[in-house]
């Protein structure tokens, strides 16, 4: 059965940096495209970034091009979102989900994927 489960999540203080994961069983992170999304209190969810299955091709939402990083490792069959100088419009839930049908490129699209996990929360305050 395919399962994600999202951690590392928490309060933080504004400057601040969190590395978020998501780990994968019943399937292997490498084979599916895996992207991060986040949805804010009374917000609708979005994606902040994906990373394919093949070739690990990367792509960040506009305002995520600078502050977060994704990143696989295939021997822990997980997926990392770091994210740095955190900012009060960061406060969400963080989740990750997997898509299976495509192989060299992501999508950032809710739509496109059918696979969640149950999201981590971050809080960003002082």
């Known amino acids: 059965q395919l399962r994600l489960v999202e951690s590392g999540g928490g309060l933080v203080q504004p400057g601040g940096s969190l590395t978020l994961a998501c780990a994968a069983s019943?399937?292997?992170?490498?084979?599916?495209?895996i992207g991060w999304f986040r949805q804010a209190p009374g917000k609708r969810r979005e994606g902040v970034s994906c990373i394919s299955a093949r070739q690990g091709r990367i792509y960040y939402a506009e305002y995520a091009k600078t502050r977060f990083t994704i990143s696989r490792d295939d021997a822990k069959n997980t997926v990392y979102l770091q994210i740095v100088n955190l900012k009060p419009e960061d406060t969400a839930v963080y989740y990750c989900?997997?898509?299976?049908?495509?192989?060299?490129?992501?999508?950032?699209?809710?739509?496109?994927?059918?696979?969640w996990g149950q999201g981590t929360q971050v809080t960003v305050s002082s």
């Open positions: 989900a997997a898509d299976a049908s495509r192989d060299y490129y992501c999508s950032g699209d809710v739509d496109d994927y059918h696979n």
């Open positions: 019943g399937f292997t992170v490498n084979s599916y495209a």
